[in-house]
């Protein structure tokens, strides 16, 4: 029945989402976060989808989550002589979270999770219509 | 008897299984709306009906000396329909070909189309009742 792989493919994709998301808390979160366990700043990371055949279905696509990259561009250095972490120049290398980028990442986020949401909703509705044939 | 009731519903239930197998494509497209390099496909319908009508259904094969059916990919719905790409309107810098106005306008199509035939169905039913029970 094609219609229960529609929650299969939705369900993968709100996980995908869900996963974005998350990653994109942990962005916003860390922006200031100076050293971390490595012992350098924080580096902003990002998820890479993959489509996938997903389960039970002949056709349909589902999604999943790659890996999670971490942003390779430079540190942005700030001058604070005071602050522990700063090399003999005084600089300090502080994540290179771009704000911006994360808060369009995050409304992404949210609405690819709401559509899918609802397509998950018609193909509920489509499935308890079928239930009604013959009565 | 019970041929001429299948072959009385035969169409209808033809059209709703492609209906659910198209509605299932579109939801991937849907979700993999952020998917770098996924392409957009969809069915076309009136030759996927056309073609599941005039063939009857695949058969398993039970025995070596048996007729191969056709394998399962990818690129084919389970019953040979095969799956197209859709045009490219506005291409992404990922390689992604998704459209979610296109995509959502055909999923709210296709959902309403599919509870037609759910509709029609079900008034063949009716009528099949009606002709058992002589108008009682």
Known sequence: MSLFSI?????????????????????????????????????AKQVVFEATPAQGGGASTGV??????????????????????ADENGYVGMPNVNVVDEMVNMLSASRSYQTNVETMNAAKSLLLKTLTIGQ | ?????????????????????????????????DTPN?????????????????????MATTAPKHFPVPQLSAGVLPDGTPLQYRGIVQGAVDGNTVDMDVERNQFADNALRYEAGITLINSQIKGLMAAIQGGQ
């Open chain 2, 38 to 58: 996924y392409k957009a496909r969809d069915i076309d319908f009136a030759s996927a009906l056309k073609g599941a009508l005039g063939g009857g259904q695949p």
């Open chain 2, 1 to 33: 008897m019970l041929g001429k009731l299948d072959e009385h519903l035969r169409f209808n239930e033809t059209a709703l299984k492609l209906r659910s197998q198209r509605q299932e494509v579109l939801s991937s497209n849907i979700a993999n709306a």
């Open chain 1, 64 to 85: 999943k989550v790659r890996q999670v990259v971490e942003d390779p561009s430079p540190l942005k250095q700030v001058y604070d002589p005071k602050h522990p972490m």
């Open chain 1, 7 to 43: 929650f299969n493919v939705s369900g993968s994709a709100m996980s995908a989402q869900a996963q974005r998301l998350n990653v994109v808390a942990s962005n916003l979160a860390n922006a200031d976060s100076a050293t971390s366990a490595s012992g350098e700043a924080y580096r």
